[in-house]
Each structure stands twice: as structure tokens, then as C-alpha cells.
């Protein structure tokens, strides 16, 4: 049975996509058979991200429907002969999901897969909402920034009341905090909300902050995954999230900056 | 120590039963519907306790005879133990059958739940005695406790989760900017206080919010209420208790 992973954070743009490529790639590099699905239909942009836009035939609404085998569907990316992906309809929207639908396509993936990590759209709508509901383990991204963790916030709301866990009141998804676009100079200045301040509002498992980095835009735009720049501060950052998840002990880095924006404001608690 | 040369004690306590919500005169429609809701849960039901609520009845001025009603519910296995909301004959027809009267409180710990009967209902009563949690956001489990008293969340109340509680509410996990948490009574967070927390919605001024950190967005305490810009700094982010003197909100620390 495979384990599966919806990355997800309420807030758009804040690295769902880029996170989603990266801990898929990362953990098929680790050994594990991953697939890695776009639930962001009409807006397709997971293929981008992975660069296998121009090999996409069939998509994840074609194995909805029953238009496709999810074989015909799942595209081996070019790197890593461990992960797949599950594309997006670019011509669809979001109702073409159904519950009853997705879950079988995760159930057929399950049998064959080690993870599958769900790339969830922005919102809170039906995209969002079915990403999540078969989730075994979120990863709530968070920029450090007062409306994206007050986003995740209210995802966290749902990933604990909405979710198939929820609803069969079985033990609940394992959230993991994964803090994106960090600059510890600007925390320093006290521009950005500081980790402490994040985990005031959000007390969760942090699994991992990426650092802000050039390197993730140019990745993006070069369809690789910023976790095979080996190179790159948020290559390394997105390295140590996948490994930390799979169990092992890692320091965090790129934290920096603990004097806080909202410490310095309100100064700190007796 | 238990005083074992007197006869007797007396000690306050409280005695729960059912109250049954009457919004028809129809003796053999009543009966029905009892004998379908006894079919249900026979167990809940058997030898049961019962408080008569008329006032739904008399406020439409339908009037009921109250010697009919309580034959039949102990023809049908109730104990009734009470009338409410009765006017003066049928409070004098109850007294003559050894039924006592409540007079006292507009609200109860009544364990009835759902609307007034747009359908054909005439007696409204829950198969199980629990709180209802409304929850109309994204409900967190509140495990409902003993009867009508105290709802326990240990989960944190995430931004845009509701919850309700017809009794006490306490919480032991933070309560986040944009949730919203209200009880009929008094409102306990040990934790940190970011949403808005409104204590006494059905109008009791006597109940309290007691919170451990106070960063509410609003708190309310039967219906009066302050925002955030109005909390004061000796306040703000200090355990405090909050309560109603003289219609004006009163927030002291707790030492």
C-alpha cells in the first residue's frame, strides 16, 4: 500500500508545485516508486515543473472517465526511472473530479506505488478538497508571511475535519510544516515572519525551510526539479525535507534570523 | 465523613430528564410519534423519566388536556415528572396527579433539538441525550460528554472552524485568528486565544471566559462585546478571566 502525501497550503504561489516535484523526485531517488499527481486541473503546471510537458497524451481526467488506462497515462519522467506523472487536464475544470473517481485512480496507483504525493491546487474548493481527503500525510507549505499562515491555518482546519481519516474517524493525517521562500536577512530585519513567529500561530512538525533561491526559478523554467541542483541552497533544503521525512535526523539550516517581525513588534512573552 | 446518627440529609444536585416539546394537541398524533421514537431506542426510553413542555402549545393557544397526556405517557412506559410553560388549569391538573411544576427558568438544560415542526411532527425528542455541537464550518470532534454539562476540545480550533457548546467549553489547544468558539456558559481556553470567543450567546451575564493568553480577535460575553483594538496592553497576551459588571466588560489578569 502506498503512502499518500497531499501537498497543499490554501494560498496560491506559494511553492505546491515546485514542493511537489521536488519530495516526488526525491523520493524516488531514494529508492521509493512515487508517482506524483496534478490536481490542478485547468491550470496544468506539474508537467512544466518536471519537464515532460511535451509528452503528455492522456491525463488524469481521461482515467477519471475511463478514457485511458492510468498506464497510458503515466508518463516515466526522464531522470529518475522511479517516479511517474499523472498529468492534469489542461482543458477541464475542477468538477470533472469526482470523490468516487479519484479514489479509485489512487486505490489502482496504491497497489503499485510506495508514495504518492497529490500536488493540490490553491483554494479551498472541490481541486483542493479531493486532494486531500485520501491523504495519509500532508505537507502544508508556508511562506513566512502573515496571510499565507493564516491560509494554512484554515487548511489545517479541514485536513483534521474534512478528510476520509476524519470522516471514518481513524487516526488522523500526519500534517508536517514546510516553510518556502525564507529569507533569514529580511527575517533579520524583521520584513518577515521568523520561523518562531510561523510556529506560534501553526505548532507543527517542521519537516524542512527552503531557503528563497534564484535556483528554483531557473529549475522551473528549465522543467527540473530544484532538488537535482545539488548545488542550490533550496536543492540541498528540499533534499533534507525528504530525508528527514523518510526518518532520518537532520539539523535544520538556513534559519538564521530568530529575532522575529511580530517579537519585535509586540516584544517577547513573559 | 457520612453523619451516620441522623436520619437524613438533604444535598443540592441535579436530576436530568427528558423534556418533551409538545407542538400539537393531538393526543393520538403525540402517542404516535412516542411509540415511533420508543421503536428506535426502547432501551433510552424504558421506564424513562419525562418533563412536560407546553409552551410551544400555548403560545398557539392550542389547548391540551393535561390529565389525557399523562395517562397516556405512563400507559406508554414514561414517568412523567414534571409540567412546563402549563397555564393555571392545566398547572392545577398536573398538581392534582402529584405532578410538580416548573415556573422558573426561560431555558433549560432541554436535551430537545432540531426546529420548530414544519412537517407533520408533533413531538420533537433525541434518542440520545447528547450536546448538540453545531458546527457549521468544519466541525473539530467534540466528543460529547455527561448530559448537557462541559464540551472538551483538546485539537486546535484552526482559522474558520465553529464551535458550539449548549453548556460549558473548554479548550486545551490554541484557538487560531479566524475561529470562532461559543458556549451558553463559561469559556475556558489553556492555551492561547487568537479567534473570537463568545461566551453566554443565550444571554447569561454570569457566564465567564477564562484564557490562559489573550490575543482574542473578539470576545463577547452575553452579547457585549470588545475587539481586539479595544484589549489593552497590561491585558494582551496575559491569562485573564472576563465578565460582565453592570453591562460593561470586565478583564482582569489573573495573577
Known amino acids: ?270 | 465523613m457520612l453523619n451516620t446518627s441522623s436520619v437524613l440529609e438533604f444535598k443540592s444536585g441535579t436530576f436530568f430528564a427528558p423534556i418533551l416539546v409538545l407542538f400539537k394537541h393531538d393526543i393520538v398524533a403525540i402517542e404516535e410519534a412516542l411509540q415511533e421514537k420508543i421503536s428506535l431506542a426502547p432501551e433510552f426510553f424504558k421506564d424513562s423519566p419525562l418533563v412536560i413542555d407546553l409552551r410551544e402549545l400555548n403560545k398557539q393557544n392550542q389547548d391540551l388536556d393535561v390529565v389525557q397526556i399523562i395517562q397516556m405517557l405512563r400507559r406508554i412506559g414514561f414517568f412523567p415528572v414534571g409540567l412546563r410553560g402549563g397555564n393555571e388549569q392545566q398547572n392545577r391538573q398536573a398538581r392534582a396527579l402529584s405532578i410538580p411544576i416548573d415556573t422558573v427558568r426561560e431555558q433549560g438544560n432541554s436535551i430537545i433539538i432540531g426546529d420548530t415542526p414544519k412537517q407533520e411532527i408533533t413531538s420533537q425528542l433525541s434518542s440520545q441525550p447528547e450536546i448538540p455541537v453545531t458546527q457549521s464550518a468544519d466541525p473539530v470532534a467534540a466528543p460529547p460528554t455527561d448530559s448537557a454539562a462541559t464540551t472538551l476540545i483538546t485539537q486546535p480550533v484552526r482559522s474558520g472552524q465553529r464551535i458550539y457548546a449548549s453548556g460549558d467549553l473548554i479548550i486545551l489547544s490554541q484557538v487560531s485568528a479566524g475561529a470562532e468558539i461559543m458556549a451558553e456558559g463559561n469559556i475556558h481556553v489553556y492555551n492561547t486565544l487568537r479567534g473570537r470567543a463568545l461566551a453566554g450567546v443565550h444571554g447569561n451575564t454570569a457566564a465567564r471566559i477564562f484564557c490562559f493568553d489573550l490575543q482574542a480577535e473578539l470576545i463577547s460575553i452575553a452579547g457585549d462585546y470588545k475587539t481586539s483594538e479595544d484589549l489593552t496592553k497590561q491585558t494582551y497576551k496575559n491569562p485573564v478571566q472576563i465578565y460582565l459588571q453592570n453591562h460593561a466588560l470586565i478583564i482582569k489578569e489573573i495573577a
Do not use: W
Request: glycine share 8%; with cysteine.
Open chain 1, 1 to 270: 500500500m502506498a503512502r499518500i502525501i497531499v501537498v497543499t497550503s490554501g494560498k496560491g504561489g506559494v511553492g505546491k508545485t515546485t514542493t511537489s516535484a521536488a519530495i516526488a523526485m526525491g523520493l524516488a531517488k531514494a529508492g521509493h516508486k512515487t508517482a506524483v499527481i496534478d490536481f490542478d486541473v485547468g491550470l496544468r503546471n506539474l508537467d512544466l515543473i518536471l519537464g515532460c510537458e511535451r509528452r503528455v497524451v492522456y491525463d488524469f481526467i481521461n482515467v477519471i472517465n475511463g478514457e485511458a488506462s492510468l498506464n497510458q497515462a503515466l508518463i516515466r519522467d526522464k531522470n529518475c526511472h522511479l517516479l511517474y506523472i499523472l498529468p492534469a487536464s489542461q482543458t477541464r475544470d475542477k468538477d470533472a473530479l469526482t470523490q468516487e473517481g479519484v479514489g479509485r485512480v489512487l486505490d489502482e496507483l496504491s497497489k503499485e506505488f510506495d508514495y504518492v504525493v497529490c500536488d493540490s491546487p490553491a483554494g479551498i474548493e472541490k481541486g483542493a478538497n479531493l486532494a486531500l481527503y485520501f491523504a495519509d500525510d500532508a505537507f502544508v507549505v508556508t511562506n513566512p508571511e502573515i496571510s499565507s499562515v493564516r491560509d494554512s491555518d484554515r487548511m489545517l482546519g479541514i485536513l483534521s475535519s474534512k478528510s476520509r481519516r476524519a470522516e471514518r474517524n481513524e487516526e488522523p493525517i500526519k500534517e508536517y510544516l514546510l516553510l518556502t521562500r525564507y529569507d533569514s536577512d529580511r527575517v533579520r530585519q524583521g520584513e518577515m515572519l521568523g520561523l518562531d513567529d510561523v510556529q506560534e500561530i501553526l505548532s507543527l512538525e517542521l519537516l524542512g525551510i527552503i531557503p528563497e533561491s534564484k535556483s528554483v526559478l531557473s529549475a522551473s523554467n528549465a522543467g527540473i526539479p530544484v532538488i537535482l541542483d545539488e548545488k542550490s541552497e533550496a536543492g540541498q533544503a528540499y533534499a533534507d525535507v525528504v530525508a528527514r521525512y523518510l526518518g532520518e535526523k537532520r539539523p535544520h539550516r538556513f534559519i538564521d534570523g530568530k529575532q522575529g517581525f511580530l517579537r519585535r513588534l509586540f516584544g517577547g512573552r513573559k
